[in-house]
DNA sequence: GAGTGGTCTAGACCACCAT
DNA sequence: TGGTGGTCTAGACCACTCC
C-alpha cells in the first residue's frame, strides 16, 4: 500500500507497459483504439494520450500518422565501430533488410556542402536518396552525397542493395576512416512521411563522413531513424591510456 | 504564401525556435510564463505547451519541473573511443564541471550484477552514486560497480572528482578495453528528481562496462543523462577492411 | 501568498485510413 | 463511409516554487 498519489496517465502508462512487456501483446501488434483504450482502462482519451506518447518517447511503442500505435519490436543494434553494412548487421539480427532508392542525381555542392567535403563550390556531387525498410517496416531515411569526381558514371549504378559494396567492387575504394555524429531531431516534412511518423515527432539522425585511403573525405551521408529502430553499442579497445 | 495549412502547435513551435536560434534568448534563459507566451502568442496553453514538449523532445529548450523552461545549452561532446574522463571533457569544452557524491557503500551482488560481473552472488560490490553538473546544472546521475575485492579499502577514497583517476592512481589500474550501449529510458523516481526533470520524461541510458589489462570485468557503470545535455561523437579508424 | 507548472475534464471538428 | 487518430477549446484544481 504505497501512499503516494501516482498522476493518472502514470498509472495507465505503467499497465500498458507491463501488458507489453508480458508478451500479452506481439511485436507489431496494433493497440487497440484510443477511444477504446480509454474507456477499458476508464480513462479519458487525453489522459490516455499522454501516457502513449511517453512510452513512445522512450521506445516501447510507436506511432504510424493516422494508422495507430503497435509494438515496437526488439531494436537493431548498430556499432559504430565495426564497419557493417546496413543489409548485412540488420539481416545477421534476424530481420529483413529492404532498401528503396527514393532519388539519384547529380548536383552541384552548394555553400554549406562544399564547406562539409572542402571543395569548390558547385563541384559536382552525386546525391542519392534511400528508405531503408526492417521486416518491411520504414525505419530510416538517408541522404547520401558522394564526389562526383571520384566514382566516374556512378549514378548509373544499382543502389538498391549496399553502396559501399559498389564502391568497393567497381572503384576499388578502401575507407580508411568515418567519424560519426549522433543527435536528436525532429522528423518533418518529407522524412516525416516516408518513415509515417506524425511531422516534428522525436527521430534519431546520424551524419558520417567517410575518408579514403588517401584521407580524402568522399562521401557524407545523414540518416534519419525512427528513434524506436535504433540501438547503439559499441566494444572500444584503449590503449594510449595515461 | 504557402497553401498547406500547418497546425497551429507547429507555428507556435516554429515562432520560439526561431526566436531561440536568432539568439535573442540565451543560453539557460527562462522562457516566460505559460499563460503569459500562450497569450503573446494567440493561443491556449494546451497549445503553447505541445509546441514546447515538441521542442524539449528535440532538445532546442529543456524543463525542471515545477520552475519553467529554459534555452539548451550548447551540448557537450562525448566521445565514447576517446578515454577522457568527464571532469576532463566538460572542462575542455568551456565548461564547469562538478560532482556530487550521493552515496558510497559495499553491497553484496545480486541476481543481476552476479550475471553482469561473472562472479558469484553475495560478491562484495562497491556502489557509488553521484549526481554531475555542468555549469551548475544538474546533467546526469550515475551509478556505479566495482568489485571490491579489487581495490581494498576503495570506499575510505575522494569521489567527488575522477574516479578513473583515483583507479589509476592509487590502485594502479590499466583500461585494456570498454563496451558502451546507449538507448532511451524514461527518468523516474529518484533519478528523475536529482535531475530536476519531471517523472516519466525520456532520458539518455548510457551503460559502460570496463576490463582491466586482464582482460577481467571490473566496473560497471549506469549513467542517466538529461537528453538535452549530450551529444554523441566518435571518430574510427576503420583496418580490417574485405 | 501569488503565481507557476502539472494534471485533468468533457467535450468538439477535421482529415485521413481502412473497408 | 464509418471510425480513427490529430488537433483544439475552454476551462478547472492542486502542489509546488518563488518572493
Not at 479519458?44 to 506518447?53: G, P, S
Not at 517496416?137 to 559494396?165: C, M, W
Request: glycine share 4%; proline share 4%; aromatic share 10%.
Amino acid at each position: 500500500m504505497t501512499a503516494t498519489k501516482l498522476p493518472q496517465f502514470i498509472v495507465v502508462r505503467n499497465y500498458l507497459e507491463q501488458l507489453i512487456a508480458a508478451k500479452r501483446m506481439k511485436a507489431n501488434a496494433k493497440l487497440p483504439s484510443e477511444r477504446i483504450l480509454a474507456e477499458d482502462l476508464n480513462t479519458t482519451r487525453r489522459t490516455l494520450r499522454e501516457a502513449l506518447t511517453q512510452l513512445e518517447a522512450v521506445g516501447t511503442i510507436y506511432r504510424q500518422d493516422r494508422r495507430g500505435w503497435f509494438v515496437t519490436p526488439p531494436r537493431i543494434s548498430y556499432d559504430p565501430t565495426n564497419p557493417a553494412f546496413f543489409m548485412d548487421y540488420v539481416a545477421s539480427q534476424g530481420s529483413e533488410p529492404k532498401t528503396q532508392v527514393l532519388d539519384v542525381e547529380l548536383i552541384k555542392a552548394d555553400e554549406r556542402l562544399a564547406g562539409i567535403f572542402g571543395i569548390a563550390e558547385k563541384s559536382e556531387l552525386c546525391r542519392l536518396f534511400r528508405l531503408r525498410y526492417i521486416d518491411n517496416r520504414e525505419v530510416l531515411i538517408e541522404r547520401i552525397y558522394l564526389r562526383a569526381d571520384k566514382f566516374p558514371g556512378l549514378i548509373n549504378q544499382d543502389f538498391s542493395h549496399s553502396l559501399t559494396k559498389v564502391l568497393k567492387q567497381e572503384y576499388g575504394l578502401k575507407i580508411s576512416r568515418q567519424s560519426f555524429t549522433i543527435h536528436l531531431v525532429a522528423l518533418m516534412n518529407d522524412i516525416a512521411k516516408h518513415l509515417l511518423v506524425v511531422s516534428g515527432t522525436p527521430g534519431l539522425c546520424l551524419k558520417r563522413t567517410l575518408y579514403n585511403e588517401a584521407g580524402e573525405l568522399f562521401e557524407y551521408d545523414e540518416e534519419f531513424w525512427r528513434p524506436e529502430a535504433l540501438q547503439l553499442k559499441m566494444d572500444v579497445k584503449l590503449e594510449s591510456q595515461v
